[in-house]
C-alpha cells in the first residue's frame, strides 16, 4: 500500500541486512522502494542491486556534495545507465549549501548536465535542496521545457511559495520522517504545505538511513518506518492512512512508471 520513493538501501549499514529489511518493509505494507544514487560509482551498485530484488526500483545521478572526485565521464556513465530496466529516475540530483566549502558554479553546471540527461532519457529526477532554494527554483525554471523536466522535490525545505510553484509545475513532494518531530518552525511550514498540497501532488519517502520518524528517532531509519510518516501526513490531510497510501502509491507509479 505505500511506495518508499527515497531510500538509501546501498549504505553499507543497510545493506548487509537487505533481506531482513526487505521483509520488515513488506511486512509493514511496503510494496515498491526507489533506491537513489550519490556518485556515479553508487550508480553501478544500484543497478545491480535493483536487478537482485523485486521490489527495488533505482535511480542513478550525482548528489551536489560528492563533487570531489567528479569526472566529466561520469555524465556520459549515468546517461548509459538510464537506459537500464528498473532504473526509473536521474537522482538524487541537486543543490546543497550547506556543507562547506562548495562550489556553487560546479553545482550549478552538474546540476543541469543532469536535468538534460533526464529529458533526454524522458525520466523524472529526484531533487534535492539544502540551503539553495532561490539557485535552485531559477535552474528549474529555466530547463523546465515546457514540462518535459518532471520529478519529484525530496525532503522538501523551501517555503509555501516555492510549494505552490512546483506544484502548479507538475513536480511531487515529499517529506521525510522529521514531520513527526515536537512541532517547531520547520514543522509548522511543512504542516502548511502539507495542508495546502492536493494529495495527487504527495509522495512519501523515508530517506532511510537518515531522518527516522517518531517514534524510532536516534536510531537507523528503514523503509518499514514508512507508515509512521504516512500515518502524520494523512492526518494532517483529513484522509486515512491507506487512501494517502493509495494516492502516493498511484502517483509514484505514474510518475516513476514502476
Ligand atoms: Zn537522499
Not at 548487509?16 to 510494496?31: S, T, W, Y
Not at 532504473?87 to 552538474?110: F, H, K, N, T
Not at 523524472?124 to 530547463?143: F, G, Q
Not at 528503514?222 to 510518516?229: F, L
Request: charged fraction near 25%; include cysteine; glycine fraction near 8%.
Amino acid at each position: 500500500m505505500y511506495i518508499d520513493s527515497h531510500a538509501h538501501l546501498n549504505y553499507p549499514d543497510v545493506v548487509k541486512n537487505i533481506g531482513e529489511v526487505l521483509q520488515r518493509a513488506e511486512d509493514a505494507g511496503v510494496e515498491a522502494i526507489i533506491v537513489p544514487a550519490t556518485t556515479y560509482r553508487t550508480s553501478l551498485d544500484i543497478v545491480e542491486l535493483v536487478q537482485k530484488h523485486k521490489m527495488l526500483y533505482g535511480a542513478v545521478g550525482i548528489h551536489p556534495t560528492e563533487l570531489k572526485d567528479f569526472e566529466v565521464s561520469h555524465l556520459e556513465g549515468i546517461e548509459s545507465l538510464a537506459a537500464i530496466d528498473k532504473i526509473c529516475a536521474i537522482g538524487e540530483i541537486g543543490l546543497d549549501y550547506y556543507w562547506e566549502p562548495y562550489d556553487s558554479e560546479l553545482q550549478i553546471r552538474i546540476l543541469r548536465e543532469q536535468f538534460r540527461i533526464a529529458k533526454r532519457c524522458g525520466l523524472p529526477v529526484i531533487i534535492h535542496n539544502r540551503n539553495s532554494t532561490n539557485d535552485l527554483m531559477e535552474l528549474v525554471r529555466s530547463e523546465y521545457d515546457g514540462g518535459l523536466l518532471k520529478g519529484q522535490f525530496h525532503s522538501f525545505s523551501a517555503g509555501q511559495e516555492e510549494a505552490n510553484e512546483c506544484i502548479k509545475m507538475g513536480f511531487y513532494i515529499s517529506f521525510t520522517g522529521n514531520i513527526t518531530y515536537k512541532p517547531n518552525d520547520s514543522t509548522r511550514i511543512a504542516y502548511g504545505i502539507v495542508e495546502q498540497t492536493p494529495a495527487e501532488h504527495l509522495l512519501l519517502e523515508t530517506d532511510t538511513p537518515y531522518l527516522p520518524p517518531m517514534p524510532y528517532r536516534g536510531k537507523q531509519n528503514e523503509p518499514s518506518y514508512v507508515n509512521h510518516t504516512a500515518a502524520k501526513i494523512a492526518e494532517l490531510k483529513g484522509i486515512t492512512p491507506e487512501e494517502l497510501g493509495r494516492i502516493t502509491s498511484e502517483n509514484a507509479r505514474s510518475l516513476y512508471g514502476i
